[in-house]
């Protein structure tokens, strides 16, 4: 073990005077570039700066106070109380509905991705490369072109206005599905898995028992992006469902705002605001929380 | 278990079934790749076909039933100035938003990769915070942000003592969406830049170090070719995405009902033909053109992209 990690070392110190090694390898910190990454920053940053002030307006001064700064009076845990409780806590359950279809299609999607992949990188068999094809065809195939389809078709089968008209496309994710092919692909040795076929394992079991195990890193990743892309989707909600009981948060709130145009405009900005604040938190908790792992799979998927 | 790791290789080795990392020649395989394509063809392969059968068809007037019309649908598509317009406007889009999206995310993520920079990791993470924003939330967000009711907008011409900054005027609106979709996207970019600029191996920066390149040599040298492939697939996404716009300009055109038509880009005109017009016939072709445009154009910068040094 020591030698293994004195080895580099030593290597490295051979390369040369010192001083040729440390500028360009460990070059000094730069202010000019971190004063220029600091503007990109402040351009990232004051939207949701923005967000967080508006929801501890009321509505008045929302109007009345400058966007970038606390408004006359502190109303953050009124907002708070007035979205979880307008319309007879209507947000509850759209926040009900989102977690639904977050855990149902994104860990579904996660789960016959992961297998998928797997498949794709573990075994050779026939037909393999027609799956290929097929997948990166249908990649380039906008997304939204195939709604106003499929839309019709779920429809027909009267599935439009219940929970599986958002929850069967959430299941596929051709995205995820390339990233735990390329991860499966490295992080499962095939000696591995023939030593557990020798030891009589079937299939299934080592891919449960051994191989799921190997591929966490990119599970977590691709279940993330999964996660993301479900949280965040409007438009498939938009035409599948028309009762607000099941719309998810992203629709629920657009409803919310159009409140505030047209005929018997009732505007709730202050409750927009709020819930768009509370829809936001969940997401970069986990992101936050999560960092390591998603980064290194999203490493690993870049390799290709 | 031990044992069988060490004795394996040595019988398994001539096994024609191995490739690569090495691969079993096995039909199980679709055990686990079947699940998937199930539900596959269910989302992707049946719409699509469907779409391919609405757009031969017309409805009749006065419900008459729909009849076979051949390409009919096609060429009425290719002659709509209606679809023209929204496609010049997310083609005018696509060329002026996604250069300048993907080259701040090549320099942010030049940047935090240098280590040059304070902070690095924090940077990092706060640039990619904004791709946890749903994107109904970042809309929201900006055009209340653009709007002269309250909002940063009306602020700043309060300030200037003028009415000069209108973000949702028909003048400003499409550079007000680039302006989201901007903010919503460089992070993710730059993440998927900086992870292949992770991959390269230590030792090309020392061997560029020892042939004396500095530091605009290097990033020409060593760090650009590393990126060409991740600079590919996110240059498709993109493309995708923009020919998709669709969510930043159908939720801001509750704030500006008369800037934003409602064939202000393709997927607005498809969208619209089927849920307000009913013409599910025609919505479905025009859907498909825009969906056979975009697959064209994405196998073209994967083509040129694969072959060409950057």
Request: glycine residues 8%.
């Amino acid at each position: 073990m020591s030698t293994t990690i004195r080895t580099p070392r030593v290597a490295s110190t051979t390369l040369g005077a010192e001083k040729t090694r440390t500028s360009p390898l460990r070059p000094k910190r730069s202010p000019l570039l971190t004063g220029v990454m600091v503007l990109y920053l402040i351009y990232t940053l004051v939207p949701l700066v923005w967000l967080l002030l508006s929801a501890t307006k009321t509505q008045d001064d929302l109007l009345s106070t400058p966007g970038l700064w606390f408004g006359k009076s502190f109303a953050f845990f009124t907002n708070i109380k007035d979205t979880l409780t307008y319309n007879d806590g209507i947000f509850l359950r759209w926040l009900g509905n989102t977690v639904l279809y977050v855990v149902v299609g994104a860990g579904g999607a996660t789960l016959l991705a992961t297998a998928a992949g797997y498949g794709l990188a573990k075994y050779k068999f026939a037909g393999r490369r027609a799956v290929f094809a097929i997948l990166l065809g249908a990649v380039a195939v906008p997304g939204t072109a195939l709604a106003v389809p499929t839309f019709l078709m779920f429809s027909n089968l009267g599935l439009t206005n219940t929970v599986w008209a958002i929850i069967i496309p959430s299941l596929v994710s051709p995205f995820g599905l390339y990233l735990m092919w390329v991860y499966a692909t490295d992080a499962v040795p095939v000696e591995l898995l023939e030593a557990a076929r020798i030891d009589g394992a079937g299939e299934i079991r080592t891919f449960f028992t051994v191989a799921l195990r190997l591929l966490a890193p990119g599970i977590v990743t691709t279940l993330l992006f999964a996660v993301v892309s479900t949280w965040n989707n409007y438009f498939l909600p938009l035409i599948m469902l028309s009762k607000p009981n099941l719309y998810p948060l992203t629709v629920g709130l657009t409803q919310w705002s159009n409140q505030a145009t047209g005929v018997g405009a009732r505007p709730i900005y202050n409750l927009v605001i709020t819930g768009s604040l509370l829809t936001i938190v969940p997401l970069v908790i986990a992101f936050l929380l999560l960092q390591r792992f998603w980064q290194s799979g999203l490493s690993a998927g870049s390799v290709k | 278990m031990t044992e069988s790791v060490v004795q394996q290789p040595v019988t398994r080795t001539g096994a024609p079934g191995r490739r690569r990392r090495g691969t079993f020649r096995d039909s199980k395989g679709w055990l686990f790749v079947g699940p998937f394509l199930a539900v596959f063809a269910v989302t992707f392969l049946a719409p699509i076909g469907y779409a391919i059968y609405l757009s031969l068809y017309r409805d009749q007037a006065f419900f008459g039933g729909s009849v076979f019309v051949g390409l009919d649908n096609y060429t009425e598509t290719l002659q709509d100035p209606k679809f023209w317009e929204a496609f010049g406007r997310v083609g005018v889009f696509l060329v002026v938003q996604v250069p300048v999206m993907l080259a701040l995310a090549l320099l942010a993520a030049l940047a935090i990769d240098s280590a040059r920079l304070h902070a690095a990791g924090f940077f990092r993470i706060v640039i990619f915070l904004p791709y946890a924003v749903p994107g109904v939330v970042a809309v929201l967000m900006w055009g209340y942000i653009y709007g002269d009711n309250f909002g940063l907008a009306a602020n700043l011409n309060d300030l200037l003592g003028t009415t000069a900054i209108q973000p949702l005027s028909s003048t400003w609106m499409l550079p007000s969406i680039a302006n989201i979709v901007t903010w919503e996207f460089v992070g993710y970019n730059m993440l998927i830049f900086y992870s292949a600029l992770r991959t390269v191996p230590g030792e090309l920066y020392e061997a560029a170090a020892i042939d004396g390149a500095g530091t605009w040599r290097t990033i020409r040298a060593v760090k650009l070719p590393a990126l060409r492939g991740a600079i590919v697939i996110a240059t498709i996404f993109s493309i995708i995405g923009s020919f998709q716009l669709f969510n930043e300009p159908n939720i801001l055109r509750t704030l500006a009902p008369n800037v934003i038509t409602t064939y202000y880009t393709p997927n607005m005109y498809a969208y619209n033909l089927s849920f307000a017009g009913q013409q599910f016939n025609y919505s479905a072709t025009v859907a498909i053109v825009m969906g056979f445009i975009t697959a064209i154009i994405a196998y073209v910068v994967q083509l040129r992209g694969s072959r060409e040094a950057l």
